[in-house]
């Protein structure tokens, strides 16, 4: 079974930084592939970043790239998302994801099998 809970979201002003992180208290964690995603107001939610179960793959969406970096620890079985140079578009929930037992990245909500409550995070200008 998959538990994941995210936290870290918060207010913080333009160009700041902030760190999400994502516990899963799972037995199965270093064999999924996990991703994060956002959804703002009134918007579709998205696909931010993705981490194979070993960490040696990463992809990113394009508008993230360069500010957002995705990591993970299998020994703590957590996930984390380093996010700088922060603009008011990024203001969303951010939701972590779970690919049960498989190790590939995924960049579709579909391929994710678990899902956190998500942390919402606020870019202020």
């Known amino acids: 079974q998959v538990h994941l809970v995210e936290s870290g979201g918060g207010l913080v002003q333009v160009g700041g930084s902030l760190r999400l992180s994502c516990a899963d208290s799972?037995?199965?964690?270093?064999?999924?592939?996990m991703g994060w995603f956002r959804q703002a107001p009134e918007k579709e939610r998205e696909f931010v970043t993705a981490?194979?179960?070993?960490?040696?793959?990463?992809t990113d969406a394009e508008f993230v790239k360069g500010r957002f970096t995705i990591s993970r620890d299998n020994a703590k079985s957590m996930v984390y998302l380093q996010m700088n140079n922060l603009k008011p578009e990024d203001t969303a929930v951010y939701y972590c994801?779970?690919?049960?037992?498989?190790?590939?990245?995924?960049?579709?909500?579909?391929?994710?099998?678990?899902w956190g409550q998500g942390t919402r995070v606020t870019v202020s200008s």
């Open positions: 994801a779970a690919r049960s037992g498989r190790g590939n990245v995924g960049v579709d909500a579909s391929e994710y099998d678990y």
């Open positions: 981490i194979s179960s070993s960490g040696l793959t990463t």
């Open positions: 799972g037995r199965t964690f270093s064999s999924n592939a």
